[in-house]
């Protein structure tokens, strides 16, 4: 009668750890679209505040989660930088008139001047 009570506490605990289902491993997004290979960071417009004290507004051009454009004011003036595909994925938008470029990264954004690659403003960040 003793033996019975661990024999069948075994046969319960084996049976129910045949009935539990084993955990279910959700995949981040990550945050490529599928549409064109490139990273789609959900980003906001608005006012961002780079270092150096340098501030510039950006909004947005968002058609089916993918960011196609970016309006830019900086130092008085408005630009519109288009969507370039880049080799990394990440968000590139260009002013081929100006030679602007800006660059978004998740955790912050760069603006370069296009024709010789020199930083205009770093580290910018929604303010």
Known sequence: MIRAIPISLAVTFLVSACAVQPPVVVEPDSG?????GQ??????????????????ALRREVQGKINHRVQLDWKGRHY????????SG???FEDV???LVWIDLPWKGLLLDG????????????A
């Open 115 to 126: 024709r010789t690659q020199t930083p205009l403003a770093n580290e910018c960040r929604a």
């Open 97 to 99: 008139a100006s030679g």
């Open 80 to 87: 519109q930088l288009e969507r370039d595909p880049s080799y």
């Open 39 to 56: 990273f789609e960071f959900a980003l906001p417009s608005g006012d961002y505040r780079c270092e150096q004290g340098i501030r510039l």
């Open 90 to 92: 990440l968000p590139r």
């Open 32 to 36: 490529i679209s599928s549409q064109t």
